[in-house]
């Protein structure tokens, strides 16, 4: 996700248009922290220390990948929802998402 993020950050068509989250699930503020840390990873992570976000998601297992488009106005439509790990082939998924989201 930081090779993705990454890739992002450089295309200034995307930049500010694209953003990347992650949401430790069951996760405390703490193990947050030392996963952001012991990963260098550069955008935001957010814990789920009640599972709320979990149990709204279904009880997903991880990763789980969630593409989101903000409409005019604000309001959010999920367009991509899949469990599994990303494959090294992250330009493809980063064009097969905004594909979907409609951006190309």
Known sequence: MNEL???IQKREDLRDKVK???I??????ADIEYFKKKYQVPFPLFSDEDGSVYNLMG?????YF???KL????????FYG???VLSRKLND????????????
């Open 20 to 22: 990347l989250i992650g």
């Open 93 to 104: 998924f980063l064009e097969r998402m905004l594909k979907l989201a409609g951006y190309e």
């Open 71 to 78: 409409h005019e106005g604000g309001r959010p439509e999920v």
């Open 82 to 84: 899949k469990v599994g």
């Open 5 to 7: 993020y990454k890739i």
């Open 66 to 68: 969630i593409g989101v």
């Open 24 to 29: 430790g699930l069951n996760n405390t503020p």
């Open 59 to 63: 009880k997903a297992k991880t990763p």
